[in-house]
């Protein structure tokens, strides 16, 4: 699974970054980093809610 972004919906709110911090981090100039787009079985749900918890959509898992 891979993470996406729809970078003309996130606004950096962070949510996501609390839910899965070793996959997003947000930056003193707020902006969003992705550390890490690929995400394996076994950190699955951690994503997932980050994706769930984003307030603007903007984070999404497809399929490689």
Do not use: Y
């Amino acid at each position: 699974m891979k993470i996406v972004v729809d970078w003309d919906r996130c606004e950096a709110n962070g949510l996501c970054v609390r839910a899965a911090p070793d996959f997003f981090r947000v930056d003193e100039k707020d902006t969003l980093h992705v550390l890490s787009e690929q995400v394996t079985p076994e950190q699955r749900a951690r994503v997932e809610k980050a994706v769930r918890d984003c307030p603007r959509h903007a984070l999404s898992l497809s399929e490689d």
